[in-house]
């Protein structure tokens, strides 16, 4: 719960960037990296003014940050993007959120259940049959 | 252009597959707006796939609708529940809120709905009449203007950020180094690709946005989970309906000021709804014969705030169409849309494409109407989407979000971009980073290389200093810039704040 000044870890972030970015433009032909290292110079530049006068703003709460809620959804969704293109649409989305929604919801297995199938449903109709998008049919369907 | 052709606009517009889109754009912009956490850029972000296989005009006639639908739908729950909706209602929550707990959340609502169509019929009108010839203005446009345009709008997004200024400009600079990620417009050589074979045709657009206008939310509204929802008020058998004329007459000119307000906020790139609506708030307060009323439940704050959130939608559209800088995140996502429809925004927008961008324009006029019917006689049935569970939300924008960047191209790697994407906005907004400028460099970062490339080609890189200052547009563009560089000065300097100093957290 104790605030910290995170501005300068920010800048020094960006500048970690700007610095990668630097680095790999030289791999390229002058001319062609001559806009982004002007971009990279102006960025270093704001990334110094930050770190000078990080400001009142630096101040946030490190718990807001991650919280068990956000750590979950976050698993969640990696999760979902992960399993998309090999388990297939149909399972993936439905397992999702059926699990989801009884994390959050212990006692809901039948409103989890048909929430996850008029997704499943919702979605089918509107990709696959009205606008002829294929999803990933993956290892099971 | 002649009768005939404005008949065939209006033809267009009334398509039944046009109208159906109109319908269904509103109506879920209402929805969208009303659930606290999603946002009309959201909306549209997620949403703009399912417009890839229809005719540029419905699917311009949908995203339009949208927007107009959110703008309003976001200060349902800002009334109802004291969250705004969206960023734009922020200052409606100040009067809307009181006004339902004293027992007149029915005429809060209506009052809302009005000035919101009040505001969004003025910003159609100023688009209609001030588009084309601005359009025109854009055919005095060379390499030099579109650079300095860019950079113009680089600036004014970064002055006009809602959070530190700073952190707005390196948010900008961040999003024109993205942009460079990709085949070089000059020799045509992959930059920055790190070896992914995926990125030489650069960050997808549609995917990107998806991803940093949703992720970050998605994690806004999961924190909430559990936190004691507002118990909304009973709008059982409520019938809200037109309020009387002389009611009408008395707030003429609120209605009037406050839009002219959110129109030109809504001009200003970078410089969103939540801005309009608080400066017209603060402007009806300074107007008003007992400001110290105002936070108790008074009518003219929410119709301040309403209409001039409204307003921005007319507005937001003119620099958008003319001359590819997008007003705010939302028109910076039409944009890509627009894109995605072979269409760029300029001269041609109302020549070759006149067709397609005037059946747009006139479908907002038609949107706005939907909007108000439906805010009059369906307002208590959108009320009820304030109270869906947080996590409930959080799954449905999850699978909205892969699905919708899935079908941009059938292909995974967009689905990536828009996950690094997320993570990118999540990061950015959770150490107090702006969102907005990160898009608009996207979006403006090519045009001020493909502008500077073309000044030093066309100036044979010899004297291009003053190549540039021999041309008017140049001269005021620059003078722009310089303006717009002096505004956090200025704002500094002002005793009223309205851009920082009043503005509560927003969703």
Same mark, same amino acid.
């Given at each position: 719960?104790?605030?910290?000044?995170?501005?300068?870890?920010?800048?020094?972030?960006?500048?970690?960037?700007?610095?990668?970015?630097?680095?790999?433009?030289?791999?390229?032909?002058?001319?062609?990296?001559?806009?982004?290292?002007?971009?990279?110079?102006?960025?270093?530049?704001?990334?110094?003014?930050?770190?000078?006068?990080?400001?009142?703003?630096?101040?946030?709460?490190?718990?807001?940050?991650?919280?068990?809620?956000?750590?979950?959804?976050?698993?969640?969704?990696?999760?979902?993007?992960?399993?998309?293109?090999?388990?297939?649409?149909?399972?993936?989305?439905?397992?999702?959120?059926?699990?989801?929604?009884?994390?959050?919801?212990?006692?809901?297995?039948?409103?989890?259940?048909?929430?996850?199938?008029?997704?499943?449903?919702?979605?089918?109709?509107?990709?696959?049959?009205?606008?002829?998008?294929?999803?990933?049919?993956?290892?099971?369907? | 252009?002649?009768?005939?052709?404005?008949?065939?606009?209006?033809?267009?517009?009334?398509?039944?597959?046009?109208?159906?889109?109109?319908?269904?754009?509103?109506?879920?912009?209402?929805?969208?707006?009303?659930?606290?956490?999603?946002?009309?850029?959201?909306?549209?972000? $997620?949403?703009?796939?399912?417009?890839?296989?229809?005719?540029?005009?419905?699917?311009?006639?949908?995203?339009?609708?949208?927007?107009?639908?959110?703008?309003?739908?976001?200060?349902?729950?800002?009334?109802?529940?004291?969250?705004?909706?969206?960023?734009?209602?922020?200052?409606?929550?100040?009067?809307?809120?009181?006004?339902?707990?004293?027992?007149?959340?029915?005429?809060?609502?209506?009052?809302?709905?009005?000035?919101?169509?009040?505001?969004?019929?003025?910003?159609?009108?100023?688009?209609?009449?001030?588009?084309?010839?601005?359009?025109?203005?854009?055919?005095?446009?060379?390499?030099?203007?579109?650079?300095?345009?860019?950079?113009?709008?680089?600036?004014?997004?970064?002055?006009?950020?809602?959070?530190?200024?700073?952190?707005?400009?390196?948010?900008?600079?961040?999003?024109?180094?993205?942009?460079?990620?990709?085949?070089?417009?000059?020799?045509?050589?992959?930059?920055?690709?790190?070896?992914?074979?995926?990125?030489?045709?650069?960050?997808?657009?549609?995917?990107?946005?998806?991803?940093?206008?949703?992720?970050?939310?998605?994690?806004?509204?999961?924190?909430?989970?559990?936190?004691?929802?507002?118990?909304?008020?009973?709008?059982?058998?409520?019938?809200?309906?037109?309020?009387?004329?002389?009611?009408?007459?008395?707030?003429?000119?609120?209605?009037?000021?406050?839009?002219?307000?959110?129109?030109?906020?809504?001009?200003?790139?970078?410089?969103?709804?939540?801005?309009?609506?608080?400066?017209?708030?603060?402007?009806?307060?300074?107007?008003?014969?007992?400001?110290?009323?105002?936070?108790?439940?008074?009518?003219?704050?929410?119709?301040?705030?309403?209409?001039?959130?409204?307003?921005?939608?007319?507005?937001?559209?003119?620099?958008?169409?003319?001359?590819?800088?997008?007003?705010?995140?939302?028109?910076?996502?039409?944009?890509?849309?627009?894109?995605?429809?072979?269409?760029?925004?300029?001269?041609?927008?109302?020549?070759? @494409?006149?067709?397609?961008?005037?059946?747009?324009?006139?479908?907002?006029?038609?949107?706005?109407?939907?909007?108000?019917?439906?805010?009059?006689?369906?307002?208590?049935?959108?009320?009820?989407?304030?109270?869906?569970?947080?996590?409930?939300?959080?799954?449905?924008?999850?699978?909205?979000?892969?699905?919708?960047?899935?079908?941009?191209?059938?292909?995974?790697?967009?689905?990536?971009?828009?996950?690094?994407?997320?993570?990118?906005? @999540?990061?950015?907004?959770?150490?107090?980073?702006?969102?907005?400028?990160?898009?608009?460099?996207?979006?403006?970062?090519?045009?001020?290389?493909?502008?500077?490339?073309?000044?030093?080609?066309?100036?044979?890189?010899?004297?291009?200093?003053?190549?540039?200052?021999?041309?008017?547009?140049?001269?005021?563009? $620059?003078?722009?810039?310089?303006?717009?560089?002096?505004?956090?000065?200025?704002?500094?300097?002002?005793?009223?704040?309205?851009?920082?100093?009043?503005?509560?957290?927003?969703?």
């Amino acid at each position: 719960m104790f605030p910290i000044n995170v501005n300068r870890k920010v800048s020094l972030v960006f500048m970690a960037v700007v610095a990668l970015f630097f680095g790999y433009s030289f791999f390229y032909p002058p001319e062609v990296v001559a806009f982004p290292r002007f971009l990279l110079a102006v960025l270093f530049l704001l990334c110094i003014l930050l770190f000078i006068r990080p400001g009142d703003l630096g101040k946030i709460k490190v718990t807001a940050f991650l919280t068990r809620p956000k750590l979950i959804t976050a698993a969640f969704m990696v999760g979902y993007v992960a399993l998309f293109p090999f388990v297939g649409f149909f399972v993936t989305t439905f397992l999702t959120v059926f699990a989801y929604i009884l994390v959050f919801e212990r006692t809901a297995r039948l409103k989890g259940f048909l929430i996850a199938l008029g997704w499943v449903a919702l979605l089918y109709v509107a990709f696959q049959t009205l606008l002829f998008i294929w999803f990933p049919e993956g290892l099971l369907i | 252009m002649d009768l005939n052709f404005y008949l065939d606009v209006l033809k267009n517009v009334f398509l039944p597959f046009n109208l159906f889109m109109a319908v269904f754009g509103v109506v879920i912009g209402i929805i969208f707006g009303a659930l606290p956490g999603f946002t009309a850029a959201m909306g549209i972000a $997620i949403l703009m796939p399912l417009t890839f296989s229809m005719t540029p005009e419905a699917g311009l006639i949908m995203m339009g609708a949208l927007f107009a639908g959110a703008m309003w739908g976001g200060s349902v729950s800002a009334i109802l529940i004291n969250t705004p909706g969206t960023p734009g209602a922020a200052a409606t929550v100040l009067d809307g809120y009181p006004m339902a707990k004293q027992g007149r959340a029915a005429d809060a609502l209506r009052e809302s709905v009005m000035s919101s169509f009040w505001g969004g019929i003025l910003g159609v009108i100023v688009l209609q009449l001030f588009a084309p010839p601005l359009a025109r203005v854009s055919l005095m446009f060379g390499p030099p203007e579109y650079f300095l345009l860019a950079i113009f709008g680089m600036t004014i997004i970064a002055s006009l950020s809602e959070k530190m200024i700073v952190k707005g400009y390196m948010a900008g600079f961040l999003g024109m180094l993205i942009a460079t990620i990709g085949m070089d417009p000059l020799l045509g050589i992959p930059r920055f690709t790190f070896e992914i074979t995926g990125l030489v045709d650069g960050v997808m657009l549609v995917p990107a946005l998806i991803g940093l206008f949703s992720i970050p939310e998605v994690m806004e509204i999961i924190q909430l989970h559990g936190s004691q929802e507002e118990p909304i008020p009973s709008l059982k058998n409520v019938k809200i309906g037109f309020p009387t004329w002389a009611h009408t007459r008395r707030l003429a000119p609120t209605y009037l000021r406050s839009s002219l307000i959110g129109l030109i906020v809504g001009i200003l790139p970078g410089a969103g709804a939540s801005i309009a609506s608080f400066m017209a708030y603060n402007e009806e307060k300074r107007a008003s014969q007992t400001p110290e009323k105002f936070g108790t439940g008074m009518i003219e704050g929410v119709a301040a705030a309403e209409a001039a959130n409204n307003a921005v939608c007319g507005g937001a559209f003119i620099p958008m169409l003319t001359l590819g800088v997008p007003g705010d995140s939302v028109a910076a996502i039409m944009m890509g849309g627009l894109m995605i429809h072979g269409l760029n925004p300029g001269a041609e927008l109302f020549t070759t @494409y006149a067709n397609v961008t005037w059946t747009f324009i006139f479908s907002l006029y038609l949107a706005n109407v939907l909007m108000l019917l439906f805010g009059l006689y369906c307002a208590p049935w959108f009320s009820w989407a304030t109270q869906t569970p947080r996590h409930i939300l959080a799954i449905s924008i999850i699978l909205l979000t892969t699905v919708g960047s899935f079908a941009v191209r059938g292909s995974m790697t967009d689905v990536y971009v828009m996950l690094g994407f997320g993570i990118l906005g @999540y990061l950015l907004k959770s150490h107090g980073f702006d969102v907005t400028p990160v898009v608009l460099g996207v979006i403006l970062g090519p045009m001020a290389e493909k502008g500077l490339n073309g000044t030093l080609s066309i100036s044979h890189g010899q004297n291009t200093l003053w190549f540039i200052l021999k041309r008017p547009v140049s001269l005021i563009l $620059i003078g722009f810039t310089i303006v717009a560089l002096l505004i956090p000065y200025f704002r500094s300097r002002s005793k009223k704040d309205v851009f920082a100093s009043e503005e509560p957290d927003v969703l």
